[in-house]
């Protein structure tokens, strides 16, 4: 039946999606160990809001993002000593029943950040500032994130949603909706579609790679906001560290041509503007450390 309504060409069959222990099989000697990650907690605030569950899925991959052994799903809840917000509960499924008196196993979850090369989030820049507040190891790793690292549209994805990727690039759904469970689906959206030989994993491999620059446009006047933020600057609201200014990420590449056009439309052809220049890898991207 599925296959007449597919060779109808009216109708697209999107079968469910049934979680893999291997996607290349045998393990090569060089093969890595990752460990992809979600988070839900009782809010979006990375500073105050406190871990309701856990989720994450240990996998072995290589240096061209193919992926090979995956080890089982594992979640816990945790109380977070608090009630969960009314609207959180309503999106997670998640209850006050559900995580009284629970907590995460700490060791567990220690011996995985230990084992890993590369911890991946699809959502890092929110998921990893929470587990460095909980634990604080993951500091200590590189990061990747399956949002912002990887080119969708390549692979025909118009958007990052995991449900979307799930069913656009993959033609599957799935109906979990525990940490774990998307946390399968993400590393699933990695490791099947395919660009000829290019999978969105080996796209994430490179990024995670480079180098990054944040170019921080400090002091410049408030008339030339409106021309940063078409050039791509985005705001910082200050912290210990930096005070509050405009901010562009650049290649080694792009940086000089940056601060060329950042002297003459923000500091007025100055030669020694009060710009500030930090670089960044996979070990402090999408953390707090970006900044403060």
Not at 64 to 70: I, L, N, S, T
Not at 156 to 176: D, I, V
Request: charged share 30%; with cysteine; hydrophobic share 35%.
């Amino acid at each position: 039946m599925a296959a007449q309504l597919e060779a109808s060409e009216e109708y697209r069959v999107v079968r469910r999606f049934i979680p893999r222990t291997a996607y290349e099989t045998p393990s090569p000697p060089d093969v890595r160990r990752g460990l992809i990650v979600d988070v839900e907690t009782t809010g979006l605030d990375t500073t105050n809001d406190a871990i309701i569950e856990l989720g994450l899925v240990p996998f072995e991959f290589d240096a061209r993002g193919r992926v090979y052994v995956v080890d089982e799903a594992r979640s816990w809840f945790e109380d977070p000593g608090r009630p969960i917000p009314e609207d959180v509960a309503e999106l997670t499924g998640i209850t006050d029943e559900m995580v009284r008196g629970q907590r995460i196993d700490d060791a567990a979850v220690l011996r995985e950040i230990d084992r890993a090369v590369l911890v991946i989030a699809h959502n890092a820049g929110f998921d990893r500032r929470v587990l460095e507040r909980r634990f604080p190891a993951f500091a200590e790793k590189h990061w990747g994130c399956s949002v912002q690292e990887v080119a969708w549209p390549r692979f025909g994805c118009r958007g990052s949603k995991l449900e979307y990727l799930l069913f656009k690039a993959c033609g599957e759904f799935h109906t979990g909706h525990r940490a774990g469970d998307d946390c399968l689906a993400t590393l699933h959206v990695l490791a099947v579609p395919r660009d000829g030989d290019v999978s969105p994993l080996q796209l994430l491999l490179e990024q995670a790679r480079r180098i990054t620059y944040r170019l921080w446009a400090i002091g410049t006047p408030i008339e030339t906001k409106d021309q940063l933020k078409g050039r791509g600057y985005r705001w910082y609201p200050g912290g210990t560290r930096i005070p509050k200014c405009w901010y562009r990420d650049c290649t080694e590449a792009e940086l000089a041509i940056e601060q060329t056009w950042l002297r003459e439309h923000a500091y007025d052809g100055r030669q020694s503007p009060p710009w500030r220049v930090d670089k960044y890898t996979a070990k402090e991207r999408y953390s707090d450390r970006m900044g403060a």
